[in-house]
Every structure is written in C-alpha cells, then in structure tokens.
C-alpha cells in the first residue's frame, strides 16, 4: 500500500503538501497533513489522522480529491475544512486509503475504493460499538433494568447485571450500530450527546433481542462455546436456568423502550416492530428445527425461508427501521425499501455464517461449527447437492447429520465439500451478490426516498469478506 501511494505522490508531484503534524479529533477543525513519505517513518497515534492532498485541479471541473491513512479506531470520522468545502474524511477498515471525490474518474484504480465516496457535510458522531457513549449507555441501561423493582428484589438484581453482562456486550455490536449509523444519517435536527445516548439504547435493546435468541440457541444446538467462551447455559451455576434468563433479555427491551422512549412519536410503531420480528425470527428458528427432524429438506426455498425469517429480519431490517423511526422517519415506503435492502444483506450474511461454520478458524469465529453434525439446510449442503453427481449426493447424505463435531462423520462430508471445490463457489457467490447489492444500493441517492446509500454502504463494508 505505501508503495502504491508513494506512485500516486509521484505522479502528483505540482502539488503543494501540507507537512504538520496531525493532531488528535479533539480540534476536528485542525487536522493537519503530511508528505507520502513521511507515512511509513513514524507511527501515529490513536485518535490522529494522516491527510494527503491528491489532486486539486479547478480547470477540471472543479475536482476535489483528498486521501487520507486513517490511524484511528475503525468507525470514526473527521472533518477538514477547505477554502470552500468542508471534506469529510471517514475511517475505513483495516486503514484503508480513503478518497472522497466529486468526480470518481479523477482516482487511480488504487483508490478507487467502494466504501470510500463519502460525501456528506456533517460529522457522524458514533460510527463504531466501541465508544465512549455507548459504553455509558450500557451502563445506564444496566442500572434501569436492575432497579426495576424499588430494590426489592436485591438478589434479582445482582443476578439481571450477571446475565445482561455475560451475554450481551461481548460480540460485535453490529446491531447496535447499525441502529445509531441510520439515525445519525437521517436525523434533520441538531445530533447531541443525549440523542446519541438514547440511540446508543435503543441499540442495544437489539443486542438484548440477540442474547435471548443465542441463549436459546446454544440450549436448542447443544452448543459450547459463544463468542469465545462457555455457552451460558454451561456455565456453573446456571443449567435450565438460562431459559429464564433468556426470557429476561427480551422482557429487558420493553421496560427499556417504555423508560427512555415512551414520549417518543414513534414509540408504538418500534415496540410493535420489536414484536414482530421477535416472531419473525422465532419462526425462522422453528423452519430451521423442522428441516433438521425431516432429514433431508435441503432445497433452496427452504433455505431461503430459514434466512430471511431466523437472521436477516432481526440482524439488518430491524436495527435500520428502528434508527429510522428514532429520527422521525415513519412512511411505509421508506421502510418497505429498507426492508428489502436489509433482506439482501441479510441472506449474503448468513451464507458466509455457514461457510464459515465449515471453514472458519474457531479461534477466531468463537465457536465450534455444529451445523454438519445438526444436519442444518446450511448453504454449502444446498449448493454441494445442486453440482454433486448422484454417487456424490448419496456418499454426502450418509454422512450429514452424523456423529459429533471433529469426528469422522464430519471430515468425511468436509472432504467432499473439497472434491467439489465448495470454498471456491462460495467465493464466487460472494463477491456476485456484493455486487448486486453494491449496484441496488447506488440506486438510492437518485430515488424519491429520505434513505441515504451512506448507511448501507457502512453495513456491506462490515461484513464484506468478514472472517468472523
């Protein structure tokens, strides 16, 4: 990457370079920038950004592109004014090289990132679930739920912390951010620290509905391990009591939503949202449980229905509607094309699930894939029956939904997988689907719609390629 911007600096060579050193967000107005070279002597600290001018040419077109090595926790966003526009320079994943363009045939292929076309003006205050706010959120939200009850019931609430803290705010936050990118984005009024915080609950109300699921599907899956440690269910001192706890996480939701939202003007149309994709999802579980006890039910319609009910729902539409309705956004034609976007994303995120329950590292994913000894209507068995050959369909099934993980069941179905070049059609599924969705999503910056491409750019990146 240095070698490919030191190529872009000599080919920009007329240009004037700012060379002072970067300061920290706290001064967003002040973010300085330096010379190409100097980027790979010296390490930036966290909370510093790393500008270089790349092209200023008013004779054509009045193009403007800035580059930027973002240094700072993934997520966040700067600002820089210009002597006449004000450039927002955002952090992208794995410190990408980020462009903001006017006219996106002035990049280099090399810049000429996807998720890197950010052009609004105003600053997105909490773009990551690792932030001070939603932290603080968290905590309050924790305090509200334990004192549900006037302190009479102390040992329940010792008990709610425990649960809530094991099970909730160890996984990626995705949800939760998801919720806080669409109100930001589409909030009209000014954003403040308290807004901010009452999004940053709101998102975690979704990160609650995803404990109570994962809680009683460890249990259903007779899984043992979560995110990289015990299932909640095993760990000492809980057992079937988990079933309880899980029933806690969602009831946490609605006492949450009525203490921070009860005056909101949308506060009905998101508690009655929460309930029905908690149905949604509860039914997408049941489809899931019943192709297991048929056998052999691994068409893609099934599969299809399985995804879209037990993960896309609640992991994508939901989070997306509900950061609408907090910034006012109620009309169902907004939230009918929302819906349909997030469906998309969500079947491209439970196909890598599968794959990577298969071929993921469990050190890394957290867990250790069941979904071949489940005999689940995963992806990879409904794609590997549609370009088996009969012998292969046959030696596939005699072996799916076998033994137990690691055993000589699985590494049978595994080495067909491979026969069949199952990693390399998964790949070539991904990158075709990210594409479709890449060119839907362009598609709404000309509709007639208050939704902003912005958003789901974000949502896409986060998963795109994703190992865990």
Known sequence: MLIAIRRLSSSLSSLTHLSRRARPRRNIGSLSAVKPRNLGERQAS?????????????????????????????????????????????????????????????????????????ERLNILEVTSGAHPIVDAAFEKLLDTISSAHDGRLKEFSEWIRKVIDYNVPQGKRNRLVAVMLAYQSLEKGEITAEKLE??????????????????????????????????????????????????????????????????????????????????QTASGQCLDMLSERKGGSFSEETYDSIVVYKTAYYSFSLPI?????????????????????????????????????????????GKV???????????????????????????????????????PEEVEVKKIYDHLSMEKI?????????????????????????????????????IYRRNK
Request: aromatic share 10%.
């Open 46 to 118: 966290v909370g510093s950004l790393v500008g270089v001018a790349a092209a200023v040419n008013p004779s054509r077109n009045s193009r403007r592109c800035f580059s930027a090595i973002q240094i700072t926790e993934i997520g966040s966003r700067y600002a820089k004014k210009t002597s006449s526009l004000p450039l927002v320079l955002r952090h992208l994943k794995h410190s990408q090289i980020g462009f903001i363009c006017s006219n996106h045939s002035t990049m280099e292929p090399i810049v000429a990132e996807y998720f890197a076309d950010v």
């Open 198 to 279: 009452k999004a940053a609950v709101l998102g975690w109300c979704v990160e609650l509905l995803q404990a109570f699921f994962l809680i009683c599907d460890d249990i259903m899956d007779n899984s043992v391990t979560r995110r990289g440690r015990k299932c909640w269910y095993l760990v000492d001192g809980v057992n079937m009591m988990a079933i309880n706890d899980a029933i806690l996480c969602e009831s946490a939701i609605y006492h949450l939503l009525k203490s921070y939202f009860r005056s909101h003007p949308n506060y009905i149309d998101m508690m009655e949202l929460f309930h029905e994709v908690s149905l």
């Open 321 to 365: 509607r509900l950061g609408m309705y907090l910034a006012g956004i109620s009309d169902e034609k907004s939230h009918l094309k929302t819906e349909s976007l997030a469906l998309r994303i969500g079947h491209i995120f439970q196909v890598q699930d599968d794959y990577l329950d298969c071929f993921g590292d469990p050190e890394v994913i």
């Open 369 to 407: 894939g069941t979904d071949i000894t489940d005999a689940k209507c995963s992806w990879l068995v409904v794609k590997a029956l549609q370009v088996a050959t009969p012998p292969e369909k046959s030696r596939l099934l005699s072996f799916y939904g076998k033994g137990s993980p690691g055993g």
């Open 426 to 462: 998964f790949r070539e599924f991904e990158e075709q689907a990210f594409q479709q969705i890449r060119d839907e999503i362009e598609k709404l910056d000309h509709a007639d719609t208050p939704l902003r491409s912005d958003i789901f750019k974000l949502l896409v990146n986060k």
